[in-house]
């Protein structure tokens, strides 16, 4: 990275049974400049906290940003599948432009490359004009599994605010490395999703990806040296499920796992 990230933000995933306000507080008490909010469904029985634009609950989430300082990065998680009717989406991106965010964050779950890079590039249109970008997801058991097959997407895609996002979770459970990484030009990746894992998966995958994370520096994945490695200077969130019980064992292994990010970045 040609500098160090002044912020870190929090992924939902990492307290998803909160909702969007009690996500922005969390975020101020440990110490996450901003946060990711899951306000379209990831996959169906998950949860998820739909928002209306110009409703009562968009009103009450703006003054909760004004509160707590703490700002809204990204909207997730929007699943491109061939049955999806994108203009059902104009709400969502209406929305996260209103709460100032930058971008939304979507995965690929077309078989058809061709089809998924022309939807995608649909949707980069629609987000283009509300000023956000779009961050392309990948995870081993999506169609879009790996670094390379979202660096061919959104790079086939051509649109200027198309970009690739990297959870070192799913880059090396994918069989990504740092040196794919490395090769990426400047520009494509806008933002990393932190968190630590042991060498080899025990166990089932989406179990591990939603609940079975490690603090970073207590696994075994090559984080500093993927930090390292990739170029210009994306964003950073923490996304690792609180383990613990109750609200102040949350907050306890949220800090430390900001603390352990910002040791990796020194």
């Given at each position: 990275?040609?500098?160090?990230?002044?912020?870190?933000?929090?992924?939902?995933?990492?307290?998803?049974?909160?909702?969007?306000?009690?996500?922005?507080?969390?975020?101020?008490?440990?110490?996450?400049?901003?946060?990711?909010?899951?306000?379209?469904?990831?996959?169906?029985?998950?949860?998820?906290?739909?928002?209306?634009?110009?409703?009562?609950?968009?009103?009450?989430?703006?003054?909760?940003?004004?509160?707590?300082?703490?700002?809204?990065?990204?909207?997730?998680?929007?699943?491109?599948?061939?049955?999806?009717?994108?203009?059902?989406?104009?709400?969502?991106?209406?929305?996260?432009?209103?709460?100032?965010?930058?971008?939304?964050?979507?995965?690929?779950?077309?078989?058809?490359?061709?089809?998924?890079?022309?939807?995608?590039?649909?949707?980069?249109?629609?987000?283009?004009?509300?000023?956000?970008?779009v961050h392309l997801e990948f995870m081993k058991?999506?169609?879009?599994?790996?670094?390379?097959?979202?660096?061919?997407?959104?790079?086939?895609?051509?649109?200027?605010?198309?970009?690739?996002?990297?959870?070192?979770?799913?880059?090396?459970?994918?069989?990504?490395?740092?040196?794919?990484?490395?090769?990426?030009?400047?520009?494509?990746?806008?933002?990393?999703?932190?968190?630590?894992?042991?060498?080899?998966?025990?166990?089932?995958?989406?179990?591990?990806?939603?609940?079975?994370?490690?603090?970073?520096?207590?696994?075994?994945?090559?984080?500093?040296?993927?930090?390292?490695?990739?170029?210009?200077?994306?964003?950073?969130?923490?996304?690792?499920?609180?383990?613990?019980?109750?609200?102040?064992?949350?907050?306890?292994?949220?800090?430390?796992?900001?603390?352990?990010?910002?040791?990796?970045?020194?």
């Amino acid at each position: 990275m040609d500098r160090i990230p002044a912020n870190i933000g929090l992924a939902h995933l990492s307290a998803l049974d909160l909702p969007p306000v009690k996500l922005l507080e969390l975020a101020k008490r440990v110490g996450c400049a901003s946060v990711a909010l899951r306000l379209h469904s990831a996959a169906p029985g998950t949860p998820v906290y739909p928002i209306a634009p110009d409703s009562p609950e968009l009103f009450v989430l703006k003054k909760g940003i004004a509160a707590t300082g703490v700002a809204v990065s990204e909207v997730e998680l929007v699943p491109l599948a061939a049955e999806l009717d994108v203009t059902t989406l104009d709400p969502l991106l209406d929305v996260a432009a209103d709460l100032g965010a930058t971008g939304m964050i979507v995965t690929g779950d077309i078989a058809d490359r061709n089809l998924l890079v022309d939807r995608f590039g649909t949707v980069c249109d629609m987000a283009q004009a509300r000023g956000l970008k779009v961050h392309l997801e990948f995870m081993k058991w999506r169609h879009t599994a790996t670094i390379h097959d979202a660096r061919e997407v959104v790079e086939g895609a051509g649109r200027a605010n198309g970009r690739v996002l990297i959870d070192l979770l799913h880059l090396f459970r994918s069989g990504g490395t740092v040196e794919d990484v490395a090769a990426l030009s400047e520009g494509l990746v806008d933002l990393v999703q932190v968190c630590d894992a042991t060498a080899k998966l025990e166990g089932d995958i989406i179990a591990e990806a939603s609940g079975g994370r490690l603090v970073p520096g207590d696994g075994a994945l090559p984080l500093s040296e993927s930090l390292a490695a990739l170029p210009g200077t994306p964003d950073l969130a923490l996304e690792v499920p609180a383990r613990g019980t109750g609200p102040a064992a949350r907050e306890d292994f949220l800090v430390r796992c900001v603390s352990r990010v910002r040791g990796l970045l020194d």
